[in-house]
């Protein structure tokens, strides 16, 4: 019998009995390598996520409806803990997604460039906010060599098939002393220990989980050395894919039962959060930025974020 394919994308590990099956009963299949403890969907099981396409028009729709200085403020915090390192310069954004991320780095003082795949998202992205970014994948696009002060991937990483190939080759974008800011869903974090196999995070488009040592040890791998880890919890997450689902199956009286939710969906629901009047929006924002850090500070959450620097030999 032909072996399944299986392979660690973080320490080469390939022999089939050197993995262990974890959480049995997600919705996913995943597995742990047992070399370096790096978690994944493995490469025999993966669907095929067609992310040309990703995003349709309703989705569109109702992310043009969204609140944009919700979005500016969200963005300000991320800006602000980049700037503890780099104070302006030349960032790189890969799968800048709808573009509110690299939008809000332009207006804080850096000089943006970066990628994404879906066509939807990047129409919106250059039409709608005016940035200059490609359209393609990663992996295939010529880039600028040494000339990156901070490359960033917010909620990307999980989702490549390649990891290493990607940090190695921003590694090569960066400047001797850039730095790259990566948030990606933290398996052995805090929300991941409680939820196990009901984690939401756990996706077919997930097939990277990484830990804080699995995330360490990819980035010394691909040329960086790690300043620091801080803890992340969306909270627009938290409301979209654990609130909006506990509702829908309340009033669906749907039990345990999976209830489908479109992208539109979520983002409407999400909208009527933020489209309220603005003395209260201000309150609501102050609010989240103080739970948000209080959150990361106690280190309950389910993401990671990690800054690195570009080591040089
Ligand atoms: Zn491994």
């Known amino acids: 019998m032909k072996e399944k394919n299986i392979f660690c994308e973080?320490?080469?590990?390939?022999k089939i009995d050197n993995f262990t099956e974890i959480l049995p009963n997600a919705k996913v299949k995943l597995v742990k390598c047992n070399s370096c403890g790096f978690v994944f969907i493995p490469q025999?099981?993966?669907e095929k996520i067609e992310?040309?396409?990703y995003r349709d028009e309703e989705v569109l729709k109702s992310v043009r409806a969204a609140n944009n200085y919700v979005r500016f403020r969200r963005h300000k915090l991320r800006i602000k803990l980049i700037k503890k390192f780099k104070k302006s310069g030349n960032l790189y954004d890969i799968g800048v997604g709808w573009g509110h991320f690299a939008n809000t780095a332009e207006k804080l003082g850096f000089d943006v460039d970066g990628i994404e795949i879906s066509e939807t998202m990047h129409h919106y992205a250059t039409n709608d906010l005016n940035l200059k970014i490609d359209r393609g994948s990663f992996y295939e696009i010529p880039v600028k060599e040494n000339f990156y002060d901070v490359i960033t991937l917010w909620d990307v990483l999980e989702h490549l098939e390649r990891p290493l190939e990607v940090l190695k080759k921003a590694n090569r974008m960066l400047k001797d002393d850039g730095i790259i800011v990566i948030q990606v869903p933290q398996i052995d974090s805090k929300v991941a220990k409680i939820q196990k196999e009901k984690w939401p995070m756990l996706s077919v488009e997930h097939l990277n989980y990484f830990s804080k040592s699995t995330i360490k040890f990819g980035l010394e791998k691909s040329g960086f050395?790690?300043?620091k880890f801080k803890t992340s919890y969306e909270l627009k997450l938290f409301l979209m894919f654990t609130v909006l689902p506990l509702l829908k199956r309340k009033k669906q009286k749907a039990t345990d039962k999976e209830v489908s939710i479109?992208?539109?969906?979520?983002?409407?629901?999400?909208?009527k959060f933020t489209n309220i009047p603005k003395p209260l929006l201000l309150?609501?924002?102050f609010a989240h930025d103080v739970a948000y850090n209080f959150l990361s500070c106690i280190n309950f959450g389910e993401e990671i974020i990690v800054i690195a620097r570009k080591q040089t030999v």
């Open 283 to 285: 309150l609501g924002l």
């Open 225 to 227: 050395k790690v300043l």
């Open 262 to 271: 479109s992208g539109s969906e979520r983002q409407n629901f999400f909208n």
């Open 10 to 14: 973080i320490c080469s590990e390939d």
């Open 44 to 46: 025999h099981s993966r």
């Open 51 to 53: 992310y040309n396409n």
